[in-house]
């Protein structure tokens, strides 16, 4: 127990300092579906939408957090569809749920990490407050065409008078960076 939380705190550590790159880098889970996204398939999910189904992984970290507390016994190792993929056991619900994630990880960059995952969640939360950030360092290059935006495959970027970023949703993948025709963004970044 002690050794889980220690390393709960490193995590939660490099979340607040560098962004969400355990989500963008390191997830094995996050791995497979960025292996099937094809941007050439992309479906840009409507941004009412997107926002709505961002809410759901609260749910399930809700979930896993009172249900062991209420009922005495942990749930998420029961409904983690990539268990099917990674232990070759779960329920029907389970492989179907997994054949839908794993379809649609073709068209939407990262369903499951935006849209489910509880452990994502969380990590969003410290993200949000901690001090990884999208700067403009030439913001007399800005062509302001909202490539950066367009090219940000998580939908977590606006380009207003300066890059506005929702840290809570931001995989640290650093696409708009290097997107940037003009290289006027700069990320703070461990690497």
């Known amino acids: 127990m002690g050794v889980s939380l220690f390393r709960l705190g490193i995590l939660f550590a490099v979340v607040y300092f560098f962004g969400n ?9 996050g791995a497979v579906q960025e292996f099937l996204y ?3 398939f992309a479906i840009r999910v409507p941004k009412t939408l997107d926002n709505i189904l961002k809410k759901a992984r609260y749910f399930f970290l809700f979930l896993i957090i009172f249900y062991p507390i209420i009922k005495g016994h942990r ?3 029961k409904m983690d569809p990539f ?5 070759l056991e779960g329920t029907t619900v389970l ?4 054949g839908i994630l794993l379809f649609s990880s073709i068209f939407i960059y990262r369903p499951f990490c935006r849209y489910v995952c509880p452990l994502g969640a969380l990590l969003g939360i410290i993200s949000k407050i ?6 403009l360092k030439k913001p007399e290059k800005c062509i302001h065409k909202n490539i950066c935006e367009r090219k940000c495959p998580a939908q ?3 380009m207003k008078e300066a890059p506005v970023i929702n840290k809570e949703y931001c995989f640290s993948c650093l696409e ?3 997107r940037c025709p003009m290289h006027c963004l700069d990320c703070d970044k461990l690497f």
């Open 95 to 98: 492989v179907i749920f997994l």
């Open 130 to 135: 901690g001090l990884f950030d999208i700067k």
């Open 75 to 77: 749930i998420f190792n």
């Open 176 to 178: 708009c960076e290097r």
């Open 38 to 40: 094809r941007e050439s």
């Open 83 to 87: 268990k099917v993929l990674f232990n």
């Open 156 to 158: 977590t970027l606006t």
């Open 21 to 29: 790159i355990f989500c963008g880098w390191v997830c094995h889970k």
